[in-house]
């Protein structure tokens, strides 16, 4: 369950969060990181389960081996997957930290309207992992 230990990792990037105003950008873009990097593990870890064994996971490879297994299960953890992740990721109010992984997360408003909108993301990306596990 790795996805389970990247919402760990980013909890306590969460915790520490606006406690070294220094290191405030820099721990930003790291719980930023975490958060895309758990919607990777979680595909990861379907990509194991489905016994697709896809080196570089990706959402692109992941449909095209569940369609071409015609691997039923895996095709509904994906539409699902695909419109859990959308609705998180279209959010505006997590613009600033989900837009473009490869750029750096910026902010405009106060450090604690930002972490509070951090602790919403994770919240909400939470959900979804813990749904994934408890439904496919």
Known sequence: MTAIRKINEAEIILNRLGSNTAEFQSDLNLFANTIHDIFTHLLDEYNTKFDFKLKHISLGKFK?????????????????????????????????????????????ENSEEVKRTCS???????QMTYYAYENF
């Open 64 to 108: 095209k081996s569940a369609k071409k297994l015609g691997k039923i299960e895996a095709i509904n953890f994906l539409i699902w997957y695909e419109k859990e992740y959308r609705r998180i990721k279209d959010d505006a109010m997590f613009d600033f930290l989900l837009k473009d992984s490869t750029k750096e997360a910026t902010f405009k």
């Open 120 to 126: 919403l993301l994770l919240d909400k990306v939470k």
